[in-house]
């Protein structure tokens, strides 16, 4: 029996039972050097993959846990490092951040789109942020430099997985990717529907 | 010697860069003559602001997230145009109060209040009452 070991910092706090799905939006073109380009037509977004990176995202049907893909991998070769659980977690952890796949639940498998309501506006108070004020129902609200910078891109509609990307564009954010989704949609959640509107797709 | 000039653009800490309320008096005109105003002798004579200028005052006012205006006089209602001067606040995201005598208030002033986003928008309209009876108010 093939034990699997998640002992290093990185695989520590990741549930290996997480059964991740992959983002139908993505394009997947394998190359004649065994490379493949992805890209993921929601963002316009590339990455460009090595053959073992290609080999664990064909393992990502949305079925398999990330424990059966590792175990997967070493039933597949022979010769496999002992870094293996903590290099699929790596990568999985980088295909979470550019939207190549999720971990399935209600928030990232469910896209909605999100634009500002036309009727607000909004107060910049510089670093502290900015004040929201809707007319209409004479409502307002505070945000931060965070909120105020996602305000800002709901100019025009974008999906909580768009929002995301442009945040991390501009902040260097370390939470895991549900994490950020679901603070991002509680934000949002907060704001609909007096200075947010939803877009159903 | 001064080798640079401060930037008097920005707010000093905790201030607000934009009031969130202003208060204009759009007209010096006034059809009562109270003994105690002053626009009746000093303002009357003065030519208001035309409708262009104070569109893109509250342009400028929207662009700075005013939330707020009250409109007052002089007698607000004596402007012929001024549902467009609250159109033009409607459409810089902001809401409206006005200061009225209230004696030219009629039925289709009301009936005006109708269109558009005029009732939602509109805060307020205060009435002057100056004396507890008709003898002093008058």
Same mark, same amino acid.
């Given at each position: 029996?093939?034990?699997?070991?998640?002992?290093?910092?990185?695989?520590?706090?990741?549930?290996?039972?997480?059964?991740?799905?992959?983002?139908?939006?993505?394009?997947?073109?394998?190359?004649?050097?065994? !490379?493949?380009?992805?890209?993921?037509?929601?963002?316009?977004?590339?990455?460009?993959?090595?053959?073992?990176?290609?080999?664990?995202?064909?393992?990502?049907?949305?079925?398999?846990?990330?424990?059966?893909? *590792?175990?997967?991998?070493?039933?597949?070769?022979?010769?496999?490092?002992?870094?293996?659980?903590?290099?699929? *977690?790596?990568?999985?952890?980088?295909?979470?951040?550019? !939207?190549?796949? !999720?971990?399935?639940?209600?928030?990232?498998?469910?896209?909605?789109?999100?634009?500002?309501?036309?009727?607000?506006?909004?107060?910049?108070?510089?670093?502290?942020?900015?004040?929201?004020?809707?007319?209409?129902?004479?409502?307002?609200?505070?945000?931060?430099?965070?909120?105020?910078?996602? !305000?800002?891109?709901?100019?025009?509609?974008?999906?909580?997985?768009?929002?995301?990307?442009?945040?991390?564009?501009?902040?260097?954010?370390?939470?895991?990717?549900?994490?950020?989704?679901?603070?991002?949609?509680?934000?949002?959640?907060?704001?609909?529907?007096?200075?947010?509107?939803?877009?159903?797709? | 010697?001064?080798? +640079?000039?401060?930037?008097?653009?920005?707010?000093?800490?905790?201030?607000?860069?934009?009031?969130?309320?202003?208060? /204009?008096?759009?007209? @010096?005109? #006034?059809?009562?003559? #109270?003994? $105690? #105003? %002053? $626009?009746?002798? +000093?303002?009357?004579?003065?030519?208001? /602001?035309?409708?262009?200028?104070?569109?893109? %005052?509250?342009?400028?006012?929207?662009?700075?997230?005013?939330?707020?205006?009250?409109? @007052? @006089?002089?007698?607000?209602?004596?402007?012929?145009?001024? %549902? +467009? /001067?609250?159109? @033009?606040?409607?459409?810089?995201?902001?809401? $409206?109060?006005?200061?009225?005598?209230? &004696?030219?208030? &009629?039925?289709?002033?009301?009936?005006?209040?109708? +269109?558009?986003?005029?009732?939602?928008?509109?805060?307020?309209?205060?009435?002057?009452?100056?004396?507890? #009876?008709?003898?002093?108010?008058?």
């Amino acid at each position: 029996m093939i034990e699997i070991k998640p002992a290093s910092p990185i695989s520590t706090n990741f549930d290996l039972s997480t059964k991740p799905v992959a983002n139908p939006a993505v394009i997947f073109r394998e190359g004649a050097d065994n !490379w493949a380009v992805l890209v993921n037509m929601d963002t316009a977004a590339s990455i460009a993959l090595n053959p073992t990176g290609i080999l664990i995202l064909k393992l990502i049907d949305g079925k398999r846990s990330v424990e059966s893909i *590792v175990k997967g991998l070493r039933d597949q070769f022979k010769s496999v490092p002992d870094s293996l659980t903590d290099d699929v *977690v790596s990568l999985l952890k980088f295909f979470f951040r550019r !939207w190549i796949c !999720w971990t399935g639940g209600p928030i990232l498998t469910a896209p909605k789109s999100y634009v500002a309501n036309p009727v607000v506006s909004c107060g910049d108070e510089g670093n502290d942020g900015a004040v929201l004020f809707n007319p209409d129902t004479d409502d307002s609200a505070i945000i931060n430099a965070t909120g105020k910078a996602i !305000w800002i891109s709901l100019g025009s509609p974008k999906t909580l997985q768009e929002i995301i990307s442009i945040l991390e564009e501009r902040y260097q954010i370390k939470s895991p990717i549900d994490q950020t989704a679901k603070e991002v949609e509680d934000f949002l959640t907060t704001l609909t529907p007096e200075f947010v509107q939803e877009v159903s797709q | 010697m001064i080798t +640079e000039l401060p930037d008097f653009v920005v707010s000093p800490p905790g201030l607000r860069p934009a009031p969130k309320s202003v208060d /204009l008096s759009i007209t @010096g005109r #006034c059809n009562l003559k #109270c003994a $105690y #105003c %002053f $626009y009746a002798n +000093e303002m009357a004579h003065l030519s208001d /602001l035309p409708k262009e200028r104070w569109l893109n %005052f509250f342009d400028e006012l929207g662009s700075l997230a005013v939330q707020r205006v009250a409109i @007052g @006089g002089g007698e607000a209602f004596l402007r012929p145009d001024l %549902f +467009e /001067l609250v159109d @033009g606040i409607i459409d810089n995201k902001m809401r $409206y109060s006005l200061l009225s005598n209230g &004696t030219l208030i &009629t039925e289709d002033t009301l009936e005006a209040f109708d +269109e558009g986003k005029r009732r939602l928008r509109l805060d307020s309209i205060q009435i002057s009452i100056d004396g507890s #009876c008709a003898e002093i108010h008058n």
